[in-house]
C-alpha cells in the first residue's frame, strides 16, 4: 500500500518530469537489448568487413551521446583488451591514427564537435561508424567507402537517446 507522502513524491515526479525522462530511463535495458540484436551480420554485412585487430577505439561526441563511449570505456579500462577513449572537441587527439577504429555519436547527427572530428577522420581514410538518427553526420556516410551508418530512433530527448 503507498502512503500519502510516497503518492506525493509520485505525483510531484510526474509533474516535474514533463518530458517523461523516468519513462526513457526504465525503458534504457530494453533499448539496448533492441539496439543489439538491430547490429547483426546479416542487417548489416559491412561489420564483418571492418573487424579486424584495431589498435584502440575512439569514440567522437558530446553531452549523451558521449555518455555511451564513458560507458564502455570504463568496462574496457576493467576488462578490455585495447584502450577505448572519448573525445569531446573539434579535433582529433594528436596520437590519433588510422589504425583507431572511429565511433562517432550523435543523436542529431550535427552536432557541429562530432562533425569536424569526424571529417578530419574521414580525410585520412578513417574507417568510422556512425550512431545516429540522421542529420549531416548520417548524410556524411554517403559520401565514404569507410563509413558505415547504425541508425538509431528519432524522437526522444537527445539527453536521453
Same mark, same amino acid.
Given at each position: !500500500?503507498?502512503?500519502? !507522502?510516497?503518492?506525493? %513524491? ?10 517523461? !525522462?523516468?519513462? &526513457? *530511463?526504465?525503458? &534504457? ?14 542487417? +548489416? ?9 584495431? *589498435?584502440?577505439? +575512439? &569514440?567522437?561526441? !558530446? ?7 564513458? &560507458? ?28 583507431? +577504429?572511429?565511433?562517432? *555519436? ?7 564537435? *562530432? ?6 577522420? %574521414? ?39
Amino acid at each position: !500500500m503507498v502512503n500519502k !507522502m510516497e503518492e506525493g %513524491m509520485i505525483r510531484l515526479a510526474n509533474a516535474l518530469d514533463e518530458q517523461d !525522462m523516468i519513462g &526513457f *530511463t526504465r525503458s &534504457f535495458v530494453n533499448d539496448i537489448r533492441i539496439g543489439r540484436e538491430s547490429v547483426n551480420r546479416e542487417l +548489416l554485412p559491412w561489420i564483418t568487413e571492418i573487424e579486424k585487430s584495431w *589498435t584502440g577505439v +575512439l &569514440f567522437l561526441g !558530446m553531452g549523451g551521446s558521449a555518455a555511451g563511449g564513458d &560507458f564502455v570505456s570504463a568496462l574496457c579500462d576493467q576488462e578490455g583488451t585495447i584502450p577505448i577513449r572519448c573525445n569531446r572537441g573539434y579535433d582529433l587527439p594528436n596520437w590519433w591514427t588510422p589504425d583507431w +577504429l572511429i565511433v562517432a *555519436t550523435s543523436y542529431s547527427g550535427n552536432t557541429e564537435e *562530432t562533425l569536424s572530428a569526424c571529417e578530419q577522420a %574521414m580525410n585520412q581514410e578513417a574507417t568510422i561508424v556512425v550512431i545516429s538518427s540522421g542529420g549531416i553526420l548520417s548524410g556524411m556516410c554517403e559520401l565514404s567507402d569507410t563509413m558505415y551508418l547504425i541508425s538509431c530512433p528519432g524522437g526522444q530527448p537527445p539527453r536521453s537517446a
